[in-house]
Structure formats: structure tokens, C-alpha cells
């Protein structure tokens, strides 16, 4: 039941992709289902630990530091995942005041909606293509994580 996880499409993803653009991202999500598929059992215990639909600053380093330590992602994936600039000391004085926000690191929030939202205005903004391939790849990375976790719970 897991393995289909894995493999079932993840509803979403697609829909602000534009149709020449579906292949590439069925190819993508192929890549990393093979990817956690050979690293089954790390992931698993991995996506028990993480929601990435409510996960905090912290806790997204973290998960991307174990799937990197586990091969199950590379180092621009793990980069992506793992940069998060409520984590800087200094981010309340600089990002934070030119915002008007304040850091919250521990604050959960759902980063797979963060990153189809963030790819959406990409395509509206026609932003280069491998930028817009290394954001498929993080919401592919999310959305399989997300799925076998909702696997795992039914």
C-alpha cells in the first residue's frame, strides 16, 4: 500500500502547469518516486516524523537534512529545503524590518502549499525555466512525502 503511495499522482501539482509542461512533470515525479523507492524504508520513517502541510522552519531543515544524510535528495534539493531564512539570528533587523514581519521558526506552517503557490506565480512571471524545474522538483519531493504520510495514517 505504501509502494502505491509512491506512485499514485498527488492531486494539485498539475493544476496550474500548463499542459506542455505535463510530461516533464510526470518524468519528474517518476525520478524521485524511483529515488525514495530505493531508500523505501528511510522514507517512510521520515515522512511518520514530518507533515509538510503543517511543519515549522526548523523542522523542514531538519527533514531535509535526513533525506539528504539518506541519499534520498541531492545537494540543490537539499539547499531548497533546507534554506530558511527565519532561521538567521539577524533576520527580525534586516528581512524581517524591510517586511514587516517577525521571524517565527518553530511556528508551523504548510510548505507544500507554499511551493505550489510560489511555482504558480513563477509561470505567471515567466521566471527562467530551471528555476521553475527546481520548484517541480521540491513540490514533487513534498508531495511524495505528503502522500506516503497520508498512506500511513488511513
Known amino acids: 500500500m505504501i509502494v502505491n503511495a509512491l506512485n499514485s499522482s498527488h492531486i494539485g501539482l498539475t493544476t496550474n502547469?500548463?499542459?506542455t509542461s505535463q510530461s516533464?512533470?510526470?518524468?519528474?515525479?517518476?525520478?524521485t518516486r524511483d529515488l525514495?523507492?530505493?531508500n523505501h524504508k528511510l522514507v517512510t520513517n521520515i515522512s511518520k516524523q514530518y507533515d509538510v502541510t503543517s511543519i515549522?522552519?526548523?523542522?523542514?531543515?531538519k527533514m531535509s537534512q535526513q533525506l539528504f544524510d539518506?541519499?534520498?535528495?541531492?545537494?540543490k534539493q537539499h539547499s531548497m529545503l533546507s534554506f530558511q531564512p527565519e532561521l538567521n539570528p539577524e533576520y527580525n533587523t534586516t528581512i524581517g524590518k524591510m517586511t514587516n514581519t517577525a521571524g517565527q521558526p518553530n511556528e508551523p506552517r504548510n510548505f507544500l502549499?507554499?511551493?505550489e503557490s510560489r511555482l504558480a506565480?513563477?509561470?505567471n512571471q515567466n521566471v527562467p525555466n530551471e528555476v521553475i524545474q527546481n520548484t517541480k522538483?521540491?513540490?514533487?519531493i513534498l508531495a511524495n512525502i505528503n502522500t506516503l504520510r497520508s498512506s500511513q495514517l488511513t
Open 36 to 38: 525514495f523507492s530505493n
Open 137 to 140: 522538483e521540491i513540490i514533487s
Open 121 to 123: 506565480d513563477q509561470l
Open 113 to 115: 502549499g507554499e511551493w
Open 17 to 19: 502547469i500548463p499542459k
Open 24 to 31: 516533464q512533470v510526470n518524468k519528474e515525479n517518476h525520478v
Open 56 to 61: 515549522s522552519p526548523v523542522e523542514m531543515a
Open 70 to 75: 539518506t541519499g534520498n535528495i541531492n545537494l
